[in-house]
């Protein structure tokens, strides 16, 4: 039994945790250990316990844009809860943890008539997630509006970074090849009319609700290559419906894959593999991967 003594207060440790639930393709493994962080006083013993057990990190949002092992996760998997999901506004800066569900924020800075999430509230992202991987839609990306970042490193160290001091693009941003964990950030949004940003906030829903399948799906499978979109390469590929087990080509989105019951990681990595490999064999273009895959070797 993995525990830490003497016991950290807010601080949940749980052994063979299920990932796949935790996940919006609901595919994956177990986890060796399963934490849940609610006080940030509690998230450095917790990253050093880890180190001293020799466990591997692995930070769970919303588990939109993740596909997990069917093996599961050999160290510990954590979330941030609690404090983490708090947040408050200052005039024109919104400040919140990491663990504050983008949507809810873009809710409630509207309900301040701040404006600014709106293109991105229908993204199932943590805050903390969003802005590790600079998460975008309709032209807008989260680095476009953060004024600062909040880290803490392994040995539970806590920094506070300019953002335009992290090398960031499209879908990436160098978080997503280093050890410190987001803990959160603050943006500067501005008002505007409180009827204006609900329509936007009504028009983004509906657009995805109509772009996206029902069955559990991780969004969009890989980016889009420069100049080029990759739903209409797979797509003129004519991929939509090729399965590989439970896992298939959306019928309604070439570049997402469903899960339409039963389906693991491993049906998941083939199919994403013959995607590939058609859209290279017509096109000449290789397809990245904008779906994160822990433990997978480069």
Excluded at 45 to 62: I, Y
Excluded at 89 to 98: E, F, I, M, S, T
Excluded at 109 to 129: K, M
Aim: aromatic share 6%; with cysteine; glycine share 14%.
């Amino acid at each position: 039994m993995i525990s830490i003594d003497p016991p950290v207060e807010g601080l949940e440790l749980r052994e063979g945790e299920p990932l796949a639930p935790r996940t919006t393709l609901r595919v994956g493994g177990k986890a060796r250990l399963f934490a849940e962080v609610k006080k940030r006083s509690a998230l450095g013993p917790f990253l050093r316990f880890a180190a001293e057990k020799g466990l591997p990190l692995l930070a769970l949002g919303k588990g939109s844009n993740v596909l997990i092992p069917d093996e599961g996760w050999p160290g510990a998997v954590f979330v941030l809860a609690g404090e983490f999901r708090e947040w408050r506004c200052a005039g024109d800066l919104v400040q919140a943890g990491a663990g504050v569900s983008l949507m809810s924020l873009a809710v409630g800075a509207a309900a301040q008539g701040l404006s600014g999430l709106e293109d991105l509230s229908g993204i199932p992202s943590t805050f903390g997630g969003a802005i590790r991987i600079n998460a975008g839609a309709y032209g807008t990306e989260l680095f476009d509006l953060l004024v600062a970042v909040e880290v803490v490193s392994p040995d539970g160290s806590e920094a506070r970074l300019d953002p335009s001091a992290v090398r960031h693009g499209y879908r990436y941003t160098e978080l997503m090849e280093k050890s410190d964990i987001v803990t959160g950030g603050t943006l500067r949004l501005w008002p505007r009319p409180p009827e204006e940003i609900a329509g936007r906030l009504a028009m983004v829903r509906s657009r995805r609700q109509a772009a996206l399948p029902s069955e559990p799906n991780a969004g969009s499978i890989f980016k889009n290559p420069p100049g080029l979109i990759a739903g209409k390469l797979l797509d003129e590929c004519g991929l939509k419906g090729k399965r590989c087990g439970g896992a298939e080509v959306s019928a309604k989105h070439a570049n997402v894959i469903v899960n339409t019951g039963g389906a693991t990681a491993r049906d998941v990595r083939e199919l994403m593999a013959a995607m590939q490999g058609a859209v290279h064999e017509r096109f000449g273009v290789t397809l990245v991967p904008e779906i994160e895959l822990p433990g997978s070797r480069p």
